[in-house]
C-alpha cells in the first residue's frame, strides 16, 4: 500500500533514451520518505517496467 502524499519534491533525475531514474523526497503531515524509482519505456514512450525503493528517514546510527 502507498502511503498518502501531500508533498513530492524530485531531488535527482536522470534519463537517455527509454530508461531513467528518479530521487524524490515524499511526506506527508507526520512522515517523510524518501523513493528511488528505476524506469523502462515502450516504443509509445509509456512506462513498460517501474521498479522502486521506499525508505523511511531517520537518524544516522553513531557507528557508521
Known amino acids: 500500500d502507498y502511503p498518502v502524499i501531500v508533498r513530492f519534491q524530485v531531488e535527482d533525475l536522470v534519463a537517455i533514451l527509454d530508461r531513467g531514474v528518479l530521487r524524490a523526497r515524499v511526506g506527508n503531515d507526520t ?21 522502486e525503493v ?4 531517520g537518524d544516522v546510527p553513531d557507528h557508521r
Open 54 to 57: 521506499w525508505a523511511e528517514v
Open 31 to 51: 512522515d517523510t520518505w524518501y523513493v528511488a524509482s528505476f524506469a523502462t519505456l515502450d516504443d509509445d514512450g509509456l512506462i513498460a517496467e517501474l521498479v
